[in-house]
């Protein structure tokens, strides 16, 4: 007997800890439900910073301007930190440099669900800003990182040379919006279950629960009212 597919939609942005944090989370609560449903997900486009310059501003400067000082960024980024760790993360904000504007990333995302590498980008990205530091605001670093997650590298290359890509996310931005999202990561379970925030694995099995119960039909069955039987 097959198993039930659940969908989970994950609109999140590369340089936003608690979509990291989510992601390791739900991955959590889809291996422990492994046994009763499959999924399929995909990644849509959330920019919490679209204002930014194209090569990005300041890290430290950045955060500490929007934060409201360095010993508010000091708490948050620790707090961040030491619960990514207990996910078996590793975030070091000392060596991010770059605050990116991260539209181009989005639009090399969605060019990875055509080629079925959506996930492996999504996590090398995450890696890469998180834990490595890299710059996710240079052409060069966004094609080797799409390259290393198994993306033709001159496919990656041509695609951001062009615009191609940037309606689709504009497009999609807007949609959630209108949903009344504002805030990432938001998992969207099988086009009808909203789920907010970087929620513990158990939230995750109890929606994927509720979801099974829902898809099973009921059977044939004595109905007393019915008297059909």
């Not at 500490?64 to 590793?90: C, H, M, P, S, W």
């Not at 990561?185 to 909203?194: E, L, R, S």
Request: with cysteine; charged share 30%.
């Amino acid at each position: 007997m097959s198993k039930p597919t659940i969908r989970i939609a994950i609109a999140s942005d590369i340089v936003c800890p608690w979509c990291y944090i989510g992601k390791r989370r739900l991955e959590k609560a889809m291996q422990l439900a492994s046994d009763k449903y499959d999924f399929e997900v995909e990644y849509l486009p959330f920019e919490l910073n679209p204002q930014l310059p194209a090569n990005g501003v300041n890290n430290k400067e950045y955060l500490e301007q929007k934060f409201g000082g360095e010993d508010r960024y000091n708490e948050l980024t620790g707090n961040v930190t030491r619960i990514a760790a207990q996910e078996g993360l590793r975030f070091d904000f000392a060596i991010q440099q770059v605050s990116p504007n991260t539209r181009n990333a989005h639009r090399v995302i969605q060019l990875a669900r055509e080629d079925g590498k959506q996930s492996d980008l999504i996590e090398a990205l995450y890696k890469a800003y998180f834990t490595d530091g890299i710059d996710l605001s240079q052409k060069e670093n966004l094609i080797d990182i799409a390259a290393a997650a198994g993306m033709d590298r001159e496919k990656v290359s041509l695609f951001l040379d062009s615009n191609t890509g940037t309606v689709e996310v504009e497009m999609a931005e807007r949609e959630l919006h209108q949903l009344g999202i504002t805030g990432v990561p938001f998992f969207i379970i099988d086009n009808k279950y909203g789920v907010s925030g970087a929620q513990r694995p158990e939230t995750f099995l109890r929606v994927f629960d509720e979801i099974g119960a829902a898809t099973v039909d009921d059977g044939e069955s004595c109905d007393v009212d019915e008297k059909n039987c």
